[in-house]
């Protein structure tokens, strides 16, 4: 419930501290001298025995006065006639305090001035609760409420509204918190979600974030993620409704990614690091809750994969030998970036014996042929995640990224006779018609090499991708905007 | 009371499905909700009387006003402690 109407200030010279400031307790023998001397009401915001000298004090219990006449610092003394303020004093004074009250000689045996600290009603740890207190919301969503003696936490699970983990309580407080974390308004339209084909809010994808856990800094991500996935290209409705197991894999690039605390190190992929578990995570519960897309219903996923629950990573860009993989998509190294592509979950690739680049290239091209099948081609993209010690031999031996492609794909090729329906005692591949040509494992930038991973272990990983061009998806990369 | 933010799409009312009806009232609790319409205490009363001859346990329940929805908090109580309700709507 949001109050807002304004409580007046009295008449008279209105004072407002709290104990917990030096700078307060240094001036309470003023306001014993002001309160003898002229008409003087105290607001303290946090002891009600603060100021003992003072009897005409006020408990500004929750804050409405502060909140609602602007109190920044503590102490601040205002001269109040006919309810308006006429005039006001940050900190202490003397010349000011002389001034504003009218009576000389205010505490003598005090330093001439001394600032003072922050109102609580600006404190950022109450902020955004006062904000609805007394702000008027500006929200728009519909409010549900639970009884006190109902768990929260098993009631939003029996709504439909997790993915199976807990989720943090979207409270108001929360989801205006999260909204500080873009410029963006919260009514601003982000995307359509699919596949209830849903004109989704800034609103509702900081709910989902709120649930998701994540702290208002990621917002931009997730904004710009939904964006991604929910273009015709990315073409999230497909993917979710296949009955393959992928789902949006997120790569960020850019400053942002070290800024809001992402990992793009050791256990890159996997748990512990609060970004790169929240955001993705954040994606996947909009597409549930606002686009309306479960598992078992829309979802035909046959097996599924934990990438579903969200899968989001940094790339490791510092020492990388390449540029970003943003560049891939015409971006500029530097720019904050998501690219969304369509992936399973990401298996490991073992050599501890290549030491250089051509015999490593082989062995990355034998282990992605068989992506989906290794009869299948030229149908799905990959993410080929490159780790440190492995990224060495390329960038000692002055491989681009273009040139580890173009030799990756060169060793991927294969006579059609082998790929066709039938060969090697397997009925699954290609048209008869296609047993002439010579052909590649993947289409033109279809492969995606990412640095990413710890600085120990001689190790690759891959991530193979859902159908891809029209029939399924193409990866979309966005621009962050705050 | 917890609040939260409709993390939905919002174009469809939440759902929540009813009970089985009873075959039988016996062993249950009834519970009894008064919604604060004059009168309606005395309709209650004796159903309480008949039902308590009946061997039942009875729970009595009183919304603050019947202008207004039953509060959350009294909704959660009743459908924890009653099988079924009877609700006064009386002058």
New interface residues.
């Given amino acids: 419930m949001s109050q807002t109407e304004i409580p007046d200030l009295p008449d008279g010279l209105v004072a407002v501290v709290k104990q917990d400031c030096p700078t307060c307790e240094l001036i309470a023998p003023v306001l014993g001298e002001l309160a003898e001397k002229s008409d003087l009401t105290v607001f303290t915001q946090d002891d009600p025995n603060f100021p003992a000298e003072i009897s005409n004090r006020i408990l500004d219990a929750d804050l409405a006065i502060s909140w609602h006449h602007d109190i920044e610092t503590v102490p601040t003394l205002l001269l109040v006639r006919n309810s308006q303020e006429i005039d006001r004093t940050v900190g202490w004074s003397r010349p000011q305090w002389e001034r504003l009250s009218g009576v000389s000689e205010l505490g003598v045996h005090l330093p001439d001035q001394r600032p003072g600290c922050g109102s609580l009603s600006v404190d950022p740890s109450l902020n955004a609760e006062l904000t609805v207190r007394f702000g008027g919301s500006k929200l728009r969503g519909r409010r549900v409420e639970f009884a006190s003696l109902e768990d929260t936490h098993e009631a939003l699970f029996e709504r439909g509204w997790t993915d199976g983990l807990p989720v943090v309580p979207p409270t108001e407080a929360r989801v205006l918190a999260m909204l500080e974390g873009t410029t963006r308004s919260p009514e601003d339209i982000v995307a359509t979600v699919p596949p209830n084909l849903v004109p989704c809010t800034v609103e509702k994808v900081a709910v989902n974030a709120v649930m998701a856990g994540c702290r208002p800094e990621y917002l931009p991500v997730v904004l710009a993620a939904l964006e991604a996935v929910c273009t015709d290209g990315f073409n999230m409705h497909g993917l979710l409704a296949t009955t393959m197991p992928h789902a949006p894999v997120l790569v960020v690039n850019g400053p942002i990614a070290t800024k809001i605390g992402m990992n793009s190190e050791n256990n890159a992929f996997g748990q512990g690091n609060r970004a790169n578990s929240t955001i993705g995570r954040a994606l996947q519960l909009v597409i549930r809750n606002v686009g309306g897309g479960r598992p078992g219903e829309v979802d035909r996923a046959a097996l599924g994969s934990p990438a579903k629950v969200g899968f989001c990573f940094a790339e490791r860009e510092a020492d990388s030998p390449w540029t970003p993989i943003s560049t891939m998509y015409g971006f500029p190294s530097g720019t904050n970036t998501v690219l969304a592509f369509p992936g399973e979950a990401p298996r490991n690739v073992v050599d501890q014996l290549s030491r250089d680049p051509e015999s490593l290239a082989r062995t990355y091209a034998a282990n992605l042929i068989s992506i989906q099948h290794p009869k299948l081609i030229l149908g799905f993209d990959a993410i080929l995640a490159v780790a440190p010690d492995h990224s060495r031999i390329f960038g000692d031996a002055g491989w681009s990224r273009e040139k580890l492609v173009d030799r990756i794909v060169a060793l991927t090729v294969r006579p059609g006779k082998e790929l066709i329906r039938g060969a090697g005692g397997i009925p699954e591949g290609l048209p008869e018609a296609m047993a002439d040509l010579d052909l590649p494992k993947f289409r033109p930038n279809g492969l995606h090499i990412v640095h990413c991973g710890g600085g120990a272990g001689l190790f690759s990983a891959i991530i193979g991708g859902w159908v891809n061009g029209e029939m399924g998806s193409n990866p979309v990369c966005v621009e962050i905007i705050p | 009371?917890?609040?939260?933010?409709?993390?939905?799409?919002?174009?469809e009312p939440?759902k929540i499905p009813r009970v089985d009806r009873p075959t039988s009232l016996d062993g249950l609790t009834v519970g009894l909700l008064d919604i604060s319409k004059p009168r309606g205490d005395r309709f209650l009363d004796r159903i309480e009387e008949r039902l308590v001859e009946r061997g039942l346990r009875v729970e009595r329940f009183r919304k603050p006003t019947f202008t207004k929805p039953a509060p959350?908090?009294l909704?959660?109580?009743i459908a924890?402690k009653c099988d079924v309700v009877i609700e006064a709507l009386a002058d």
């Fill in positions: 009371m917890t609040k939260v933010l409709d993390p939905t799409n919002e174009t939440a959350v908090d909704r959660h109580e924890t």
